[in-house]
């Protein structure tokens, strides 16, 4: 079983910047990459990016695209999300998803292990 807690959430400017940090514990066979994904109010949770165990591989929304970087530190087994450049059609809540793998469309039906969310709003 595999636990996720998010954090750095909150509240920017337009053009500004937030980092958000995903600390994982336990362990799943199931697990091979670590995504984000983000929700607004009335729309369906979407793929953000995702990365690979080794972080070798990395993939990201068309719509961050230049924007965002994923990255992970193995050592604190922490996944982070640097989000730049943000835009107020960014607001929504992030979530940290593990799975085995979210595919080129990073999709969050592929996810097995989900964290509780953080806020982000950007105005």
């Known amino acids: 079983h595999v636990q996720l807690v998010e954090s750095g959430g909150g509240w920017v400017q337009a053009g500004g910047s937030l980092r958000l940090s995903c600390a994982a514990s336990?362990?799943?066979?199931?697990?091979?990459?670590m995504g984000w994904f983000r929700q607004a109010p009335g729309k369906e949770r979407e793929g953000v990016a995702s990365?690979?165990?080794?972080?070798?591989?990395?993939e990201y929304a068309d719509s961050v695209k230049g924007r965002f970087t994923i990255s992970r530190d193995p050592v604190k087994s922490t996944v982070y999300l640097q989000m730049n450049s943000l835009e107020p059609e960014d607001t929504a809540m992030y979530y940290c998803?593990?799975?085995?793998?979210?595919?080129?469309?990073?999709?969050?039906?592929?996810?097995?292990?989900w964290g509780q969310g953080t806020q982000v709003t950007v105005s």
């Open positions: 336990g362990y799943s066979e199931n697990v091979n990459c």
């Open positions: 990365i690979s165990a080794g972080g070798g591989r990395t």
């Open positions: 998803a593990a799975g085995y793998y979210f595919g080129l469309a990073i999709s969050p039906t592929q996810a097995h292990y």
